[in-house]
């Protein structure tokens, strides 16, 4: 039976006629509307091994290829067994009429050569029924132990050349490992590719860490580390493991940080003086900034990609509410309106919406907004969903999922913009407090 998802509506509106045998200078566009549609028909032949020893490499790659376009719920991927044609050569002309015969509408080829601990991939995309490339061949080049790179980036570039919109398979995540019992949970900060694969341990479990925040570059991390016995804003290198606290040394309690666009700010929320407020630390000279000063608890800070803006949860109104504020400080307007509590605002590095944590009528939701609160949906609902991030091109949020009971576990799950293609994200074991960073370079 063909899986129907009420996602898109895609028609396609192809730059080149059936009959040209020319490349597309553009993408294949997918024009988006309402409606029940069947996703994308595509077919990932297994890579040509062109070298002794490459048999395996090419098999997995063209695999992990076709896993990244199939997760995003828009493609669906014909069995190889269904293939008409084998590829046995990359530079052989591509026989159209037997992928048209199994309504392939795009063919992606692709070839692996190995030479000792370095390998070579080239791909190329076809749109099946115009008989054309959709865009110039690629070629990337690494050590063995990069092949999963190698085949996101090749998903990447297929991705947007048929959808037009920007990559994201080659990132990685950041987020707090779990182990142990629920009454005693030990916890350490890792990272791993999107799809759950090289996980890296960064911290021990020896002391409590929280929100783990990566760099707009990648290359460092912040998070909350109750190494002092309080709750301290701290900075990693993902590197070379070295940390430090960061902030002013004058309060017990710093938590609940983010970065800036650029890097070289970082807001969070501290409490001075039995008063909970946010602050922005200047990373260089270490010089801080008072955002804000009512007698409430304003954190969850985060800033708009241009770096104006920051949106942020305050209780100020009586329950925990969203509002948005210039990043330089000054008076804040209220997004947020239904009925619940608005928490963890986090904001799309599109710029267009507002993703945040939703409880109401003893369910958590993770939903989204547009930056001036409307157009409220919510995507999630269960008994504790919590803490959204969004992917590199804003298409995919990622969250916290608990299950309910004595022995309930965190999980990591991903969702699409529309609500629909909710994913488990696979961990090792009990994971939380997701963030997801930059496309690798």
């Known amino acids: 039976m063909k899986r129907l ?18 490349a597309q200078d553009g993408p294949l ?15 990932v032949p297994p890579f040509v091994a062109r070298t002794p020893g490459a048999t395996e490499l090419a098999a ?3 695999q992990v290829v076709t896993a990244d376009l199939v997760n995003t719920g828009l493609f669906r991927a014909i069995p190889p067994e269904a293939h008409v044609t084998r590829v046995s050569s990359f530079e052989s002309p591509v026989q159209f009429s037997d992928w048209q015969a199994i309504n392939a509408q795009a063919l992606i080829t692709g070839a692996v050569d190995v030479s000792g601990d370095r390998i070579v991939v080239q791909f190329r995309l076809w749109d099946v029924f115009s008989q054309a490339p959709l865009g110039e061949g690629l070629q990337f080049a690494g050590t063995r132990d990069g092949w999963r790179r190698m085949a996101h980036k090749v998903a990447d570039a297929a991705y947007s050349r048929i959808t037009g919109e920007d990559p994201y398979f080659d990132s990685r995540v950041a987020f707090v490992s779990e182990s142990g019992p629920k009454s005693d949970r030990q916890k350490r900060i890792a990272v791993m590719d999107y799809d759950g694969a090289n996980v890296q341990y960064l911290t021990s479990s020896d002391s409590l860490v929280l929100a783990p925040r990566f760099s707009p570059d990648g290359r ?10 309080f709750p301290r804003v701290t900075l990693l290198d993902v590197g070379s493991l070295g940390r430090r606290t960061v902030g002013p040394q004058d309060t017990n309690m710093s938590f609940s940080p983010r970065f800036s666009p650029d890097g070289g700010r970082v807001v969070y929320a501290a409490e001075v003086s039995g008063n909970t407020d946010l ?15 009512e007698p409430s608890i304003e954190t969850g800070a985060s800033f708009s990609p241009d770096g104006r803006f920051i949106t942020f949860d305050s209780d100020r109104s009586g329950s925990s509410q969203i509002y948005v504020m210039p990043a330089t400080g000054g008076t804040p ?3 947020s309106s239904g009925a619940g509590r608005y928490t963890t605002p986090v904001w799309s590095p599109r710029g267009d919406l507002i993703a945040f944590t939703k409880q109401n009528a003893g369910r958590f939701h993770i939903g989204v907004m547009r930056t001036d609160g409307s157009e409220e949906r919510l995507l999630t609902g269960a008994f504790l969903d919590e803490g959204p991030t969004w992917s590199p091109n804003g298409r995919v949020v990622m969250f916290t999922r608990e299950s309910p009971g004595a022995q309930g576990a965190s999980q990591l799950y991903s969702v ?4 629909r ?10 994971a939380s407090d997701p963030s997801w960073g930059p496309l690798l370079n």
């Open 5 to 22: 998802l009420t996602i898109l509506s895609l028609s396609l509106a192809l730059a080149v006629p059936a009959t040209a045998p020319a």
């Open 29 to 43: 566009r997918l024009t988006i509307t309402d409606g029940v549609i069947e996703p994308m028909p595509i077919a």
């Open 60 to 62: 997995q790659i063209s």
């Open 220 to 229: 460092t991390i912040l998070y909350t580390s109750y190494e002092t016995g």
């Open 279 to 293: 602050y922005l630390l200047d990373i260089a000279s270490g010089a801080t900034q008072r955002l804000t000063t």
């Open 333 to 335: 307007t209220r997004i």
């Open 416 to 419: 699409d913009i529309t609500g």
């Open 421 to 430: 293609n909710l994913q488990l994200a696979p961990t090792p074991g009990a």
